[in-house]
């Protein structure tokens, strides 16, 4: 039986680097047969987290009336969730960073998952990503029982695009056939 891919992309330009990246990972997931959704974070309304901890005196329900809760939702029904962000001033975007403070009702409920980590940055270097690839780490640390499968480092890609041709997108690629 095929797994549940949910992709979570966090660029703001629709067809920007990291988010190929993304259907990079979802092609190759499709061609095994595994069933993939794509989140895209710039289509949808997610507010702060505003720490009021409503969400740990009502069973986990935030406070918030907005798209997280589908999201989170979705989150708990998938066996791999990949997460895509372009780098910003040497970090995750805020969209992304944003998107993960809002998994605070339920992150140790978050079990029994792969993850995938992709990343864009204009910089060519892979330590480009390094803040932002810890981060994602103190994420993943904080969950149930998750495993980090694998990292995409799509350096050298400025302009929309420019990630066409380079090993990120055939590694990409590979690993959503393989998941
Ligand atoms: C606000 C902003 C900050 C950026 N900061 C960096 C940076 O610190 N280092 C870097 O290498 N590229 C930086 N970039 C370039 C993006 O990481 C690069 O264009 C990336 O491929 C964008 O991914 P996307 O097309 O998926 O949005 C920045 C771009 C923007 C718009």
């Given at each position: ?6 992709i979570v992309s966090a660029s703001p330009r629709k067809g920007g680097n990291s988010d190929l990246l993304c259907l990079q990972f979802m092609t190759g997931a499709k061609a095994q ?73 339920v992150y140790p409920d978050i079990s029994d998952k792969d993850l995938y980590f992709l990343m864009t940055s204009a910089d060519e270097r892979k330590e480009a990503m390094d803040t ?48």
């Open positions: 039986m095929g797994k549940n891919v949910l047969g595994h069933q993939v959704e794509k989140v895209n974070l710039r289509e949808t309304k997610i507010g702060y987290c505003l720490a009021c901890e409503h969400c740990r005196q009502h069973d986990g329900m935030c406070v918030q009336q907005d798209d997280m809760g589908e999201i989170l939702k979705k989150m708990g029904a998938a066996d791999v969730i990949v997460m895509a962000t372009p780098v910003y001033f040497y970090n995750m975007s805020g969209q992304m960073k944003t998107f993960i403070d809002r998994v605070y009702p932002a690839l810890a981060g994602f780490r103190g994420f993943l640390s904080c969950l149930g029982e998750v495993a980090e499968k694998g990292v995409v480092f799509g350096t050298g890609a400025w302009k929309i695009g420019d990630i066409k041709g380079k090993t990120a997108m055939t590694q990409a690629y590979e690993m959503g056939k393989n998941v």
